[in-house]
């Protein structure tokens, strides 16, 4: 078969990746489309092989977290073998991971270097913006891939071509022309932007790319923030950022103390690059890598102008300047963008001026949000957790302020840990003071999104991700979801920690729970839930569950202390009237305990039939549990209340801690330091074999067990109507029974916590 003669082949290569990756991998790459065109301007025969633009280019799943983005690397490798160069270049992006030895990079090197044993290979930069750049040690990369003749750093359109030609100007490689292993440094001075040749894709097929980029997007297991849909390229507007916050990489070889460079491209060259592409790919939409995009308004006015002159779509994934985003760019940018993305990084003022040293005032961000959600725009707001410097209060600032901003301006918080990328002041730092262990620098992309690396005297990683978690809790109950209705205040027992034990012992009318019912489903809701007292004793609950099932209610509660359901065909009316949920409430292993709590004799003995009846009855549509509530009798036989209860053929089990409402006396309730290690107990015993949830527990008590936790976060999602017609937020209403204490301040989870419950005497 004959070859492809050519004096340079470019590889853009397969990439291996985790499923949890950063950044735009498949926008990898446009360093190599800028590298390719210088050299072919200065007259060099060029080919681009690149992973992502083949017929058969896509997403490859490894295992479970892992895939190969591009062509399989074998078949790739066949292509390379399709070449004749004279010297081979690879696009050596971030995505290689250059700071460590990449097992599957060696794979294609060595593949390569087999194919073309006698022909120089180069690793070159490429510019790639707001990507992450990684620095690396050059001496290491030639320990890790004897392959490699030369590498080229940094801003490399001036340097390459020099090389090439200082390589290939006699000719064919002989022997002593040059001496390989040596590095050659590009500078951002020597790269005038309007001077470079448009960057090189006609040397791909852009039509294939652009199928790989919808493909990949379909295939990819979680959704992108930012469309691929249509003929999409990558481009940059401007290099390099003016501004030295602490975990920035965007100006790459600059020395320390040394002015950072901020370079545009003209309008007038964007215009003939645009139209180029238009003209030549037919490109619909063009994603900009910009790091600092929007810092000159008027600029940045007349760029959207022109792209909607050229009747473009655009995104700008690195987002903007907060306080440079102007309600005209918004209307300018109506249609033609997907998401606004802005980077407030935290909600500490300290944290922005000492520690991250990013010279903007909390308050634009909040500007920013505001008329985003006034013109009606998705935004995404950035935020980095996990400091050197930075107290747990001080990130509570940024989780509320993030969730402030979800739930004032619908703006989906992104929350990121910080992240010593090598390169960086922040790697710098936390090398000096050991705050990290290099062995971890596997893959940035995990230590972004969920395995924080920084660990300092006032925080662990560990407590960085409960943190990032308890957002997750907030963001999450936005909205009503469930309302409880306290049917009835009537009981047949009367607990000793009854919440609602000091309320008049009346039923709600039946017309007022069916307005309610009415009300709620009208609002969205979907979950309904009847409560009590005892709500199998109002004469209309078959009535009242009949109608709620009519309303298209998804979930339908009943809560009960199931002493009726001890008549198997009460019980059989009960599992079949169209409910969806049973929650039985039982407080101990024996008669003596159970009763001393539910003040009635007999009590053990009808409940306890009454599971047994639930159990046989119930189709399996029902979620069956059993809820018991921890006193000072009880909570030192929780593992007998457990097996009791396992035995009589539970499988779902909701141990709850008093709240301070209705009969609830301090004289009753346990220290919660000595539930714990019974708790904790039970739930090794059991959490294979049963489902295990408890309530009403702050969740700094249970550290590792978190899973296990019903935060009181999730009740801001319910409200509850009393038998009185009153309605209350129901996490509001519990967090009147809290009180802050002093560990609280710098308690991970204080933001989603009201505090420890306090009770009356």
């Known amino acids: 078969m004959n070859r492809i003669s050519v004096d340079v082949l470019y590889l853009n290569l397969p990439l291996l990746l985790h499923r949890f990756f950063i950044d735009y991998p498949y926008f990898a790459n446009l360093g190599v489309m800028h590298n390719a065109a210088v050299l072919e301007q200065k007259g060099w025969k060029t080919a681009v092989l690149d992973a992502f633009a083949q017929e058969a280019s896509g997403v490859t799943m490894v295992d479970e977290d892992h895939l190969v983005m591009g062509l399989p690397v074998q078949e790739f490798l066949a292509l390379v073998g399709d070449f004749e160069p004279r010297v081979i270049v690879v ?13 599957f990079f060696s794979e294609i090197l060595a593949g390569i270097r087999e194919t073309h044993p006698d022909v120089p290979i180069f690793l070159a930069d490429g510019y790639f913006s707001g990507m992450h750049y990684i620095d690396y040690s050059p001496e290491k990369i030639f320990e890790y891939y004897p392959s490699v003749d030369f590498i080229l750093r940094y801003e490399t359109e001036k340097v390459l071509p020099e090389l090439v030609e200082r390589i290939l100007k006699n000719g064919e490689m002989g022997d002593g022309r040059w001496e390989t292993g040596k590095v050659v440094y590009g500078r951002a001075s020597d790269i005038e932007l309007d001077a470079l040749p448009f960057a090189a894709w006609h040397l791909i097929d852009v039509d294939r790319y652009a199928a790989f980029l919808k493909r990949m997007a379909e295939q990819l297991s979680r959704p ?33 103390g040394e002015k950072k460079l901020y370079r545009i491209h003209s309008l007038e060259y964007l215009e003939r690059y645009f139209n180029w592409l238009k003209k030549q790919f037919s490109v619909e939409k063009i994603v900009f890598l910009d790091g600092l995009v929007n810092i000159n308004t008027q600029r940045f006015t007349d760029l959207l102008k022109l792209l909607n002159r050229l009747d473009l779509h655009y995104d700008f ?179 000793v920690f009854c919440a609602v034990g000091d309320r008049a012992k009346e039923n709600m009318d039946t017309e007022k729970i069916i307005g309610f019912l009415d009300e709620a489903r009208e609002r969205g809701v979907i979950l309904i839930d009847f409560d009590g007292g005892e709500p199998t004793i109002h004469p209309d609950i078959f009535d009242i569950i009949e109608y709620a099932n009519y309303l298209g209610f998804e979930r339908i509660t009943i809560t009960t202390n199931g002493r009726r359901l001890a008549d198997r065909n009460f019980a059989a009316r009960i599992v079949l009237s169209g409910i969806t949920d049973l929650l039985i409430s039982l407080h101990g292993h024996t008669p003596g305990i159970h009763e001393v709590l539910t003040r009635e004799a007999g009590s053990f003995a009808e409940t306890t039939q009454g599971i047994r009846n639930a159990v046989r009855l119930c189709p399996p549509r029902i979620d069956l549990a059993v809820n018991t509530t921890l006193t000072k009798v009880n909570y030192a036989h929780l593992p007998s209340f457990a097996d009791l209860v396992y035995s009589l053929g539970i499988r779902k089990l909701n141990v709850q801690f008093i709240t301070p409402f209705g009969s609830a006396t301090a004289d009753i309730v346990p220290d919660p330091n000595d539930v714990i290690p019974v708790l904790r107990s039970v739930i090794d015993s059991y959490r294979d074999r049963m489902k295990i949830s408890v309530v009403n527990l702050p969740l700094c008590y249970l550290p590792d067990y978190e899973d296990f936790l019903v935060s009181d976060i999730y009740k801001g999602e319910r409200n509850m109507i009393f038998v009185s017609g009153q309605k209350v937020n129901l996490a509001d209403y519990l967090s009147g029974g809290r009180v802050r204490i002093e560990r609280c301040r710098e308690c991970v989870y204080a933001v989603v916590c009201e505090g420890v419950y306090k009770f009356k005497d």
């Open 224 to 256: 992108l923030l930012f469309s691929l849909s249509g003929a999409t390229l990558p481009a940059v507007t401007s290099r390099g950022c003016v501004f030295d916050c602490i975990f920035c990489t965007k100006n790459p070889g600059a020395s320390d």
């Open 91 to 103: 696009g050596f992006s971030p995505f290689l991971h250059p700071h460590r030895k990449n097992p």
């Open 317 to 495: 994934p690195n987002g903007f300047r907060a306080d440079k985003l102007r309600r005209e760019h918004l209307e300018l940018m109506r249609g033609r963008i997907d998401t606004v993305s802005i980077s407030a990084e935290s909600g500490s003022q300290r944290v922005l001026n000492e520690i991250v040293k990013k010279k903007l005032n909390i308050a634009d961000i909040d500007a920013a949000a505001k008329i985003c959600a006034e013109e009606k725009f998705k935004l995404l707001i950035h935020y980095i957790i996990g400091f050197p410097g930075e107290r747990i209060s001080e990130m509570h600032e940024t989780i509320n302020h993030a969730y402030r901003m979800h739930n004032e301006y619908d703006a989906l918080p992104s929350v990121q840990f910080a992240t010593p990328l090598p390169g960086s002041p922040l790697y710098k730092l936390c090398a000096e003071k050991k705050y990290i262990d290099n062995e971890q620098l596997e893959d940035f992309s995990l230590c972004f999104s969920h395995q924080p690396i920084v660990r300092t005297d006032t925080f662990t990683p560990e407590d960085l991700k409960r943190l990032k978690h308890a957002l997750n809790l907030k963001t999450e109950i936005a909205e009503t979801r469930k309302v409880i209705i306290n049917v009835t205040y009537k009981c047949s027992n009367q607990c």
